[in-house]
């Protein structure tokens, strides 16, 4: 029995007008601090994982895609994906580079450094992206935050569509940043230690 539809079930939708306005005009990469936000914040209120299982429109592109559309192999991931020491070293992994990006940023604000129009792929494979920005039409520093913030962003989403394709379609999740950090909250809030 197919269970009733609700109007989440479509933010797979919101994943992809995401990155395609992202293409076009490298600003709208602010938009992604919704999908940064949003599921730490609902940990911390509700003490559960809604987002994950709900609102998280790039997991269910990744359903999507690899699950009804069969661009998955949908096989079992390797164990060490789903353990402690991957899934936290990973989330470091990212804040460093998180961390990275805000330093780059307050860089520019500062007027220590000058903006540069590069979207970084793997966290170093430099893409120019140039065409997405005009150079004046905000200040320069939240320019550089939409180039290091999209690069994140598109970074992540490359990684999740490689798991996808060998593995089961939302691997990605077993590991996601956002995944862990929401998991560590609900650990927090809920008062358990494992």
């Given at each position: ?8 079930d ?22 992604g601090?919704?999908d ?68 780059q ?90």
């Open positions: 029995m197919n269970r009733k539809r609700h109007w989440y479509y933010l797979w939708i919101w994943a992809i007008i995401y990155f395609s306005l992202g293409f076009f005009n490298i600003l709208f990469a602010w938009l601090m919704i940064f936000f949003l599921p730490l914040a609902i940990a911390v209120i509700g003490g559960n994982k809604w987002f994950c299982n709900n609102f998280c429109g790039r997991g269910q592109l990744f359903s999507l895609v690899g699950g009804k559309l069969g661009c998955s192999l949908n096989k079992p991931a390797p164990s060490w994906i789903y353990s402690k020491w991957f899934r936290y070293g990973f989330l470091a992994f990212f804040m460093i580079m998180f961390g990275n990006m805000v330093f940023t307050y860089i520019v604000f500062a007027g220590a450094g000058t903006l540069k129009e590069v979207i970084k792929l793997f966290w170093s494979v430099k893409v120019p992206w140039g065409w997405t920005y005009t150079a004046g039409m905000t200040a320069d520093w939240i320019a550089q935050f939409s180039f290091g913030f999209y690069s994140i962003m598109l970074t992540s989403f490359i990684i999740g569509l490689i798991v996808m394709i060998f593995f089961k379609p939302r691997t990605w999740c077993a590991f996601c940043p956002m995944g862990t950090m929401t998991q560590l909250i609900c650990k927090l809030r809920n008062g358990k230690s494992h």
